[in-house]
């Protein structure tokens, strides 16, 4: 099995002090710092662009993962990269040209990935899984931190991984969206490797007990 990574979200920290964010989560254990970018049209809230995203990287000792919730991703990715994302992922069904931004961010030395919301059939987009070097399932509908897992996305994961096996690809899927420490174990059973988690970990009293829980270690 793959190592187990958790992404903790920087959405649930607090936006006045996105340093100390950051830092905690590095202090915390975590792999990954998740940015949700949110534009007011794709999802109704709006978070933060490149600025933060560029500015986050100065102080990021961990790789930067960006998942977009915006229109048209198309039209951003290369000032995304420039800002210093290691991974970058985007609704396709957002996107005019899903296959070209895939190749776009490929072409750029970084990790390129497509989100299914859950509405989202997995067969819809399945094929562009050839270009892609993560998938990420959302447990819940983008847009928003603090929602309840929905069960029915790990069916999503059993489809991703089986496409995944029957083309012989070679990339781990990710979760994003009520993750906690009572759903990880399964989560993680039915092939997921990157846990994205943000209530649980911010709100937790003892956050890097929790992010070794949602890793199986504790
Ligand atoms: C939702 C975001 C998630 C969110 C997860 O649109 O994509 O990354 O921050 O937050 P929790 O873990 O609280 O559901
Ligand atoms: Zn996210």
């Known amino acids: 099995m793959d190592r187990i990574l958790i992404a903790p979200s920087i959405l649930s920290g607090d936006f006045a002090h996105m340093g100390d964010a950051v830092r905690s989560i590095e202090s915390w254990g975590g792999d990954l710092i998740h940015c949700d970018v949110m534009d007011g049209m794709y999802v109704n809230n709006m978070t933060f662009g490149m600025p933060m995203i560029a500015d986050i990287k100065k102080i990021a000792k961990l790789p930067l993962d960006v998942h977009l919730m915006i229109t048209e991703p198309e039209r951003y990715i290369d000032r995304f990269i420039d800002a210093g ?23 750029r030395g970084v990790r390129a990935g497509i989100v299914f919301n859950p ?10 899984l050839l270009d892609c070097d993560i998938v990420l399932i959302m447990s819940v509908y983008a847009g928003l931190g603090g ?26 899927i990710e979760i994003d969206g009520g993750v906690n420490e009572q759903n990880a174990k399964d989560i993680i059973n039915s092939g997921v490797s990157i846990l994205v988690a943000g209530s649980a970990v911010f709100k937790s009293k003892d956050p890097s007990k929790t992010i070794k829980q949602l890793k199986g270690e504790a």
């Open 119 to 128: 509405n989202v059939p997995f067969y819809d987009y399945a094929e562009l």
């Open 147 to 172: 929602q309840a897992f929905i069960p029915d996305s790990l069916k999503k994961v059993e489809q991703a991984k089986q496409y995944i096996t029957e083309h012989q690809l070679n990339m781990p």
């Open 85 to 107: 994302a290691d991974y970058l992922t985007f609704h396709p069904d957002a996107s005019k040209c899903p296959l070209e931004t895939l190749k776009q961010i490929r072409s």
